[in-house]
């Protein structure tokens, strides 16, 4: 009876949204116009916390459709403010001109068809575009956002609400045009070492995207070996395949279709790890 009543509201809501004036916009025509307050959230042992960290391809560039606005019961973000609310694509606000369909939304769906019903899923969107992985190791400020602090504010507040059970990676894409390319994977290690002391447990999974096999930068490659050396090393990490998603016309961004197969793809490798 809950659910179906939720279905209804959401039903409402969305209607609302879509009638509330004509947004002439392409990207941002189909953004949601309401927040929804999660009211009851569940117990600390029930909230599973994820961390979506990177740059733009994890910040999501990809163009929202209706069917990514539409929200799950059990999966949660956090706005601005940093309250609860049920997640609606896009979830990273910290670059409002750019902002697109992430892998966050697909990712929460997918998982909860694979764990307990008593488990609710809290997304937490930490992802700058433009930055390198020298920026995040350094706590530099990246448009607007000081980004290895903002990552531990929002950590510990997604630790006051629940369990942090991993973090979800993808970047690389600045660092493919500077000369530190080849310390990318020393830098990696550094920086996730340094993620997981924050959340206080060095085997929290952590799981990275390869960049996209579509641009024509030979340096993309070079950081997708090293990504994948990492993950070699690290029993605690795992990475999802993108060789055959595609770019949403410049060479850079994932579109809508490969983000959200990404999410999903995010999910499954998150299982595969626990089992």
């Known amino acids: 009876m809950i659910n179906r009543v939720f279905q209804l509201t959401i039903v409402l809501f969305s209607m609302l949204s879509l009638s ?32 979506l960290a990177g740059q733009s391809n994890m910040a999501g560039r990809g163009l929202v459709e209706p069917q990514d606005t539409v929200p799950n019961n059990r ?21 409002p001109t750019m ?16 764990i307990p019903d008593s488990i609710s899923v809290l997304l937490i969107p930490t992802a700058v575009g433009g930055s390198s992985i020298s920026q995040w190791l350094n706590d530099s400020i990246h448009r607007e956002v000081k980004l290895f602090s903002n990552f531990k504010q929002k950590a510990e507040l997604g630790m006051r609400f629940g369990t942090v059970k991993g973090i979800l990676w993808h970047q690389g894409e600045s660092d493919a045009k500077t000369k530190e390319a080849p310390l990318y994977q020393i830098k990696l290690s550094e920086l996730f070492y340094q993620f997981r002391k924050i959340i206080g447990n060095q085997e929290t999974t952590v799981i990275v ?37 595609k770019d949403k016309g410049d060479k850079v961004h994932f579109n809508s279709e490969a983000q959200r ?3 999903e793809r995010f999910a499954n490798e998150f299982i595969k790890i626990q089992h």
Do not use: C
């Open 20 to 51: 509330y004036g004509q947004d002439t916009n392409e990207r941002t025509q189909f953004f949601p116009k309401v927040e929804l307050s999660v009211e009851n959230v569940p117990n600390k042992e029930n909230l599973w916390v994820f961390i």
């Open 261 to 263: 197969l990404m999410g």
């Open 209 to 245: 995207g390869q960049l996209g096999s579509y641009s024509t930068n030979p340096l993309w490659s070079k950081i997708n070996d090293h990504i994948k050396y990492y993950v070699s090393t690290d029993p605690y990490s795992g990475m999802i395949n993108t060789q055959d998603l």
């Open 99 to 114: 902002a697109g369909l992430d892998s966050g939304l697909s990712f929460g769906k997918a998982l909860i068809k694979h």
């Open 75 to 95: 999966v949660y973000t956090l706005n601005k403010q940093g309250n609860i609310i049920f997640a609606k694509e896009p979830l990273h606000f910290y670059e």
